[in-house]
């Protein structure tokens, strides 16, 4: 596997369940990021994680919960979502630091119903 | 307001083409991105650059950083070009990004 990988990469799920999105990179990078892109609307940076370490956090509901367990993978845990929660969710990987290019997986398509 | 407004949203040319699309930004910026996101989700980064101009094969970027714009042209454009390009500023405070609504190009054979 190369580059950056994301799974699913199609997720339907009621507001009552709770499901978790993956993503995996390996290029070495040590930051990685959660974006939520829905229709007609800009990209929206969710999460950066540092060297494992949460560093921002846009205003995101508490429904959605990132985990970094190492630099190499993180997750994204959802709970009770709305409808409009309803997106595209993108993972990206850099080097940590401000102004490194970033490789970005292939996204998860969520559907809530 | 958008703190990056990007210009056409929606572009269809002919192949062949010369394609501009226009990015400006209202925040201080440390880089700023472009990205080509094809039907289906996956994204790809083209350019980033934080001064003057950037080429790789047919595209070319460059910034104004004192008027706080950037270019995006395509030369010869062939429907393979055909995507969602967007900008990003990636902001000088923090570890920010803003993005553009996107420029939708549909390149006609």
């Known amino acids: 596997e190369t580059g950056v990988t994301q799974t699913p990469r199609h997720l339907v799920m009621g507001m009552t369940n709770k499901k978790s999105l993956k993503c995996e990179q390996h290029?070495?990078?040590?930051?990685m990021y959660w974006y939520k892109q829905s229709a007609k609307k800009p990209l929206e940076l969710m999460f950066v994680y540092n060297f494992k370490e949460q560093t921002e956090n846009n205003s995101v509901p508490s429904r959605f919960s990132p985990e970094c367990p190492n630099s190499s993978h993180l997750f994204l845990h959802l709970h009770t979502l709305q409808p409009e929660d309803s997106a595209l969710y993108l993972c990206?990987?850099?080097?940590?630091?401000?102004?490194?290019?970033?490789?970005f997986g292939p996204g998860t398509r969520l559907t809530v119903t | 307001k958008n703190e990056v407004e990007q210009s056409p949203q929606n572009l269809t040319a002919q192949e062949g083409e010369f394609i501009t699309i226009n990015c400006s930004y209202s925040?201080?910026?440390?880089?700023l991105h472009w990205l080509q996101q094809h039907p289906g989700g996956g994204i790809v980064s083209l350019f980033m650059l934080s001064s003057g101009k950037k080429k790789h094969g047919r595209l070319i970027a460059t910034i104004n950083i004192q008027e706080k714009h950037s270019s995006l042209h395509i030369t010869a454009s062939h429907p393979r070009d055909s995507a969602v390009y967007i900008c990003?500023?990636?902001?000088?405070?923090?570890?920010?990004?803003?993005f553009g609504t996107g420029t939708s190009l549909t390149v006609i054979p």
């Open positions: 990003a500023a990636n902001s000088n405070t923090g570890n920010q990004f803003y």
């Open positions: 290029l070495g990078h040590n930051a």
């Open positions: 990206a990987s850099s080097q940590a630091g401000q102004t490194y290019e970033q490789y």
């Open positions: 925040v201080g910026i440390s880089a």
